[in-house]
């Protein structure tokens, strides 16, 4: 009999994991307290309690061919980068694609999960929900909780003295919608991360001055790099991996600044990164530099202090006449539902195993799908994480024990504050490529570089030099798509498709040379066999 899963929400990660519990011949049921599919990604002109709430003019910050689903590439007439209207009916259509609509119960909240008294011995859990003022109670073998981190806005008024007396309009940036309304304003965007940076370069097309002040400061890069091709389509591949990983960390640093200092210098904009060697997610914005070139925009230190109508920063400047301020300050997350202390931060540490599992549970029978924040596209993220949840369901895949998972959480915090800080903002970060190869191996499904070298040589080049996308991950093991090494081969056509509306005579420019990258795999090789002889 197919054991029953319980989906808690019908966003990216819900409907991925409802599709990977089918695969895995389980039985989802998905509860969504409201009344359609896309959980963040589907706009609302109103903000609505308990939901996450977008602006109009969001914008994908990864690329269309690194953020699909593995098994369903996006349609090549889709833009790169995606309005949020555009990716929800993405959603649409692959929900349609594998009939997942059928499993989710719309308009229903989950009141509680609470274990069976024998959850000991058969690891089920009573799940409790409500729907047009009637209340349920069900029993499920396990539990996918898909709710998702962008609900509960953190809104730090206590760093902000004089905010009781400041008299023009504050609100958290979940609030925000779009800029009618802020005309000839002088406005102050407290944060520096991407919703912040959106909404000060939008309100400055409408406000008399925008003021964003930042703490720490950001690296901002545009969505096109090299070429004109997606940024994370560059960034994001094997062969830079391998070298961030294998050169000292001082190198890898000064590379970073170089390469963000490209586009413009950011210490001349008053963005430099206050710790510019942490490797802390830069801001997406292509607009930011320029709107702070026109002086629309000026970039402030911390708030100090605030009066009545103007603000106090540390540095002693003041900028009176301030009529609104939003704080863009990020979120703190909550499960409601959950037993506590089922999930758990401590010591701003988030007690989760390979930020997924309990690890004080009797049976690995609850997971938490897309609490994250990974240097590169969540929905592949997500995605592998149903998959490998889905199979330690089953029982295909098991966990070590309470102790070696502790231990892992432990080590994996400590790398994790090396690398991107103790910032609060930072909880859930994770370098990409390696924890999407870590749940990869746990699954079956990394592809062996090695081995394809010599069966497969011009896929092998693709994998170590090309995009590191979701289609790697369905080429061997459980889960294995026929469709996948084409899609690896024809991903460029997706990505020119929707450029070229306009008929042109193509030049005859010679391809990159194969030479190049022959040799540059085979550095890899040998640097991969000189690293085994100091083991």
């Known amino acids: 009999?197919?054991?029953?899963?319980?989906?808690?929400?019908?966003?990216?990660?819900?409907?991925?994991?409802?599709?990977?519990?089918?695969?895995?011949?389980?039985?989802?049921?998905?509860?969504?307290?409201?009344e359609d599919i896309g959980g963040l990604w589907r706009f609302k002109e109103n903000v609505e309690d308990g939901r996450a709430s977008i602006y109009q003019s969001v914008i994908t910050n990864t690329s269309k061919e690194m953020s699909c689903f593995s098994d369903f590439p996006m349609p090549e007439d889709f833009p790169n980068f995606l309005h949020n209207s555009k990716l929800l009916e993405y959603f649409r259509i692959f929900a349609q694609k594998f009939d997942l609509l059928k499993y989710i119960q719309f308009q229903t909240t989950v009141l509680s999960v609470k274990k069976r008294p024998d959850f000991s011995s058969s690891g089920q859990w009573t799940v409790v929900t409500e729907s047009n003022g009637k209340e349920q109670s069900a029993v499920f073998d396990a539990v996918m909780v898909c709710s998702g981190h962008h609900i509960l806005p953190h809104i730090p008024l206590e760093s902000f003295p004089g905010i009781q007396k400041f008299k023009g309009q504050y609100f958290h940036s979940r609030q925000y919608k779009h800029p009618e309304g802020f005309e000839r304003k002088r406005i102050l965007v407290i944060g520096i991360g991407n919703s912040a940076s959106d909404i000060a370069v939008e309100l400055s097309k409408k406000a008399a001055q925008v003021f964003i002040s930042t703490r720490h400061g950001s690296w901002v890069m545009g969505r096109i790099s090299e070429d004109g091709y997606p940024w994370d389509m560059v960034f994001h591949t094997r062969f830079s991996s391998m070298l961030r990983n294998v050169l000292p960390r001082t190198v890898v640093k000064w590379m970073m600044e170089q390469q963000m200092n490209r586009w413009f210098n950011h210490e001349n904009y008053g963005l430099i990164p206050q710790n510019k060697y942490l490797m802390k997610e830069p801001i997406l914005n292509d607009d930011l530099p320029s709107r702070i070139l026109y002086g629309a925009i000026k970039v402030k230190s911390k708030v100090k202090e605030l009066t009545e109508t103007s603000a106090i920063f540390e540095d002693g400047t003041v900028e009176e006449g301030i009529d609104v301020i939003v704080f863009a300050t990020g979120y703190t997350f909550s499960f409601p539902f959950l037993e506590d202390p089922l999930v758990k931060v401590e010591d701003n540490m988030v007690l989760l195993y390979k930020y997924m599992f309990p690890p004080q549970l009797e049976k690995s029978t609850l997971a938490c799908i897309g609490l994250i924040q990974p240097l590169g596209s969540i929905f592949p993220t997500v995605e592998l994480q149903a998959r490998w949840v889905t199979r330690v369901f089953k029982g295909l895949c098991t966990l070590p024990s309470e102790r070696t998972m502790m231990a892992d959480i432990i080590s994996r915090n400590k790398r994790r504050i090396d690398l991107?800080?103790?910032?609060?903002?930072?909880?859930?970060?994770t370098n990409y490529i390696d924890y999407l190869d870590e749940l990869a191996l746990e699954i079956g499904v990394k592809p062996d570089l090695v081995s394809l070298l010599l069966k497969d040589l011009k896929l092998a080049v693709k994998l170590c030099f090309g995009p590191c996308n979701s289609y790697q991950y369905r080429l061997v093991g459980p889960g294995q798509w026929k469709g996948a090494r084409n899609a690896i081969f024809t991903q460029k056509q997706r990505i020119l498709k929707p450029l070229k509306t306009r008929a042109i005579k193509t030049s005859s420019n010679l391809p990159a040379s194969f030479l190049l990258k022959i040799l540059g795999l085979l550095a890899v090789v040998v640097a991969f066999f000189f690293q085994l002889q100091w083991f």
């Open 1 to 34: 009999m197919a054991k029953k899963v319980a989906v808690i929400g019908a966003g990216v990660s819900g409907l991925i994991s409802l599709k990977c519990c089918v695969d895995e011949g389980l039985e989802p049921t998905c509860f969504e307290q409201t």
């Open 420 to 429: 991107f800080g103790e910032s609060n903002s930072q909880i859930l970060q």
